[in-house]
């Protein structure tokens, strides 16, 4: 405490001190105490949740898997979502990176662009006046980072007004 004029006596101040010290350890002890019985009771509280989720899962899968049944189906099951995460990673994402390509077009018109060969490439297909337009899309294309190979067939180089392309466009694997 700071140094105050007190015209107590000194064991009076002491033990005024002593007080003041007893209160303030009493009231922290105190909220400590509140402190962990509300813990210990939200720990029982998700303790009772718990054993009534499970009673209530168990009662389910009672209804729903008789005894024998049970394995038999919990492998289907287990199949059925072995074969979806094959699926998820081997999915190709194509619309985040639809905007990267649509960006590179701007000298051409693209009337289609789809995914073949199960998702792995994706074909752009349009009309364009010049045949340098549609080599520099390839270029731009091929520039790309998450692009592994652009194909041109040869009949994107035929002469004519407002004649038809179409790319190949894979994707890089290891993106």
């Known amino acids: 405490m700071e140094r105050e004029i007190n015209l107590l006596p000194r064991a009076l101040q002491h033990a005024r001190n002593r007080r003041l010290y007893a209160a303030r350890f009493g009231r ?30 168990s009662n389910q899968l009672a209804v729903v898997m008789p005894g024998s049944e049970a394995t038999g189906q919990i ?65 731009a294309l091929a520039a790309l980072p998450w692009v592994e190979r652009v194909e041109a067939p040869l009949q994107n180089f035929t002469v004519g007004p407002n004649a038809q392309f179409s790319l190949r466009v894979q994707r890089n694997e290891s993106l």
């Open 28 to 57: 922290l002890f105190r909220r400590f105490g509140v402190a962990l019985v509300l813990i210990i009771l939200a720990q029982f509280g998700a303790w009772l949740f718990y054993v009534s989720l499970l009673r209530e899962v």
């Open 75 to 139: 492998a289907a099951t287990n199949q059925l979502l072995g074969s979806f995460q094959r699926q998820v990673t081997q999915q190709v994402v194509w619309s985040e990176l639809v905007s990267d390509i649509l960006t590179q077009t701007a000298a051409v018109t693209v009337t289609s662009i789809r995914t073949v060969d199960s998702g792995r490439i994706i074909e752009i297909r349009g009309e364009t006046a010049s045949r340098a337009a549609v080599v520099a899309l390839q270029e």
